[in-house]
C-alpha cells in the first residue's frame, strides 16, 4: 500500500495518474508501474537498476515520464534487443539428470551453431556459450513469473549474471515456454553487457 493520505478513489483519480515518474523518482516507483499497469514483478535486485536507466531518460528529457514511455524504455533495454546477439533456435534433450542443448545464433551478423550440457537447460546453454568469443560470465539468480492468465500465458524471466570483469546486470526473456524465456533472458544480459563495453 502506497503512504498517501488519501484513497484517491475518494477523489475519482486512481494511483495511476498520482505516480509520477521523473529524474528524481524512486526505484520503488518504476518497478510499481511496470508491476500495476503492465504485469512485470520484477525481482528487488533488478529494482535499482532499472530505477537508473528510467531516471536517466527522465533527466535527459527534462519531463516525467507516463507509465507507456517507463515501459517502452524497459521493452527496448531489456526486451527487444537483437544485437550483436540474435537467438535463432534452441532444443534441449534430457537423459538422466544430464540436459544437452543445441542452440543457433548470430553474434555480429555471424552464424554460430552451439551444443552444450549440464544440470539444467541455462547451465548447458551458459556452457554452451563458452565456445564462442562473447565474454565468459555467471549467473548470480534467476526468477520467473506468468504475464496474464490462462493457457495463453506468456513467461517471464529476469536473470541477473555477474561477467568476468565483476559487472553485474540483468537480463529479460518473455516467451510461452519457460525454459526459452530463460534464454531469452540471458541473451538479453549479454546484449546488455556489449553495449555498455
Excluded: W
Amino acid at each position: 500500500m502506497l503512504y498517501i493520505p488519501i484513497d484517491p478513489a475518494d477523489i475519482g483519480r486512481s494511483y495511476k495518474a498520482i505516480i509520477r515518474i521523473n529524474s528524481q523518482s524512486g526505484k520503488g516507483g518504476v518497478a510499481y508501474v511496470l508491476e500495476q499497469e503492465y504485469g512485470f514483478a520484477l525481482p528487488k535486485l533488478m529494482h535499482k537498476e532499472i530505477g537508473k536507466i528510467i531516471n536517466d531518460v527522465a533527466d535527459t528529457k527534462g519531463t516525467e515520464l507516463t507509465s507507456a514511455e517507463v515501459h517502452d524504455v524497459f521493452q527496448k533495454e531489456y526486451l527487444t534487443r537483437t544485437a550483436p546477439i540474435a537467438l535463432q533456435h534452441f532444443k534441449t534433450t534430457e537423459r538422466d539428470s544430464t540436459v544437452k542443448c543445441e542452440a543457433s545464433l548470430t553474434l555480429d551478423g555471424h552464424a554460430h551453431k552451439l551444443t552444450g550440457s549440464g544440470n539444467g537447460p541455462i547451465d548447458a546453454f551458459v556452457r554452451a556459450l563458452g565456445a564462442t568469443p562473447l565474454p565468459k560470465f555467471e549467473v548470480l539468480s534467476y526468477s520467473e513469473h506468468s504475464l496474464g492468465k490462462g493457457s495463453e500465458a506468456r513467461a517471464v524471466s529476469y536473470i541477473q549474471i555477474k561477467t568476468e570483469r565483476n559487472h553485474t546486470l540483468f537480463g529479460a526473456g518473455i516467451d510461452t515456454n519457460i525454459e526459452l524465456a530463460s534464454i531469452k533472458a540471458i541473451v538479453s544480459a549479454l546484449n546488455r553487457t556489449l553495449a555498455k563495453r
